[in-house]
Nanobody, 117 residues
């Protein structure tokens, strides 16, 4: 059983910054990728950024140059630094952990990010 606990969401004005954190615990015995997805009201969940155990990163075009994903393998944590936030970044952000061997994805409970004036 794997548990993902997110923190760091909140409300911010356009142009502001937030940092999301996700801590994984439980039976993590395999190599895995970690990442962040988001879902805005009325829209499908979409990828924001992912990072492999080796540190290779992938970003959605809409956040490139503004968001930075990083991870601490020793602590099983992943961070998402979000700068220059825009109203269209408003969504529930979900942490993910994908077991490479099986492809199975574990999800966190989500944390709300709201960007408005």
């Amino acid at each position: 059983q794997v548990q993902l606990v997110e923190s760091g969401g909140g409300s911010v004005q356009p142009g502001g910054s937030l940092r999301l954190s996700c801590a994984a615990s439980g039976s993590i015995l395999s190599f895995y990728n970690m990442g962040w997805h988001r879902q805005a009201p009325g829209r499908q969940r979409e990828l924001v950024a992912t990072i492999t155990s080796g540190g290779y990163t992938n970003y959605a075009d809409s956040v490139k140059g503004r968001f930075t994903i990083s991870r601490d393998n020793a602590k099983n944590t992943v961070l998402l630094q979000m700068n220059s936030l825009r109203p269209e970044d408003t969504a529930v952000y979900y942490c993910s952990l994908q077991i490479i061997r099986t492809g199975y994805i574990h999800w966190g409970q989500g944390t709300q990010v709201t960007v408005s004036a």
